[in-house]
């Protein structure tokens, strides 16, 4: 079982900068990718970025391109979420993801991800 642990949210004021990290502890863990996701209040969860985890490759969502920015290092077995230029509504529930199971190239749908983390709340105020 892999267990992801996530940190770095908190409450800040639009326009602030925060950074995202997301490790596990399992000495053997690989995986065809791992994501952040975020789900706010009364609304889906949605894919915010993923990167691939062997390979080269990754993904940024369209509502947050030019703000956040994945980045992974292996050697640490994490990966990193720096959101700069933060708006009120990136406010939400951010969780980490790993796809583990696959082959997948850059999985986008919440359902290709079989390990979360148990989230942590970023809101941002104006």
């Known amino acids: 079982q892999v267990q992801l642990v996530e940190s770095g949210g908190g409450l800040v004021q639009a326009g602030d900068s925060l950074r995202l990290s997301c490790s596990t502890s399992?000495?053997?863990?690989?995986?065809?990718?791992m994501g952040w996701f975020r789900q706010a209040p009364g609304k889906e969860r949605e894919i915010v970025a993923a990167?691939?985890?062997?390979?080269?490759?990754?993904f940024t969502g369209d509502s947050v391109k030019g703000r956040f920015t994945i980045s992974k290092d292996q050697a640490k077995k994490a990966i990193y979420l720096q959101m700069n230029d933060l708006k009120p509504e990136d406010t939400a529930v951010y969780y980490c993801?790993?796809?583990?199971?696959?082959?997948?190239?850059?999985?986008?749908?919440?359902?290709?991800?079989?390990?979360w983390g148990q989230g942590t709340q970023v809101t941002v105020s104006l």
């Open positions: 993801a790993a796809a583990t199971r696959g082959p997948w190239n850059t999985p986008l749908s919440a359902f290709k991800y079989n390990y």
């Open positions: 399992e000495p053997t863990f690989s995986a065809y990718a």
């Open positions: 990167v691939r985890w062997n390979r080269v490759g990754s």
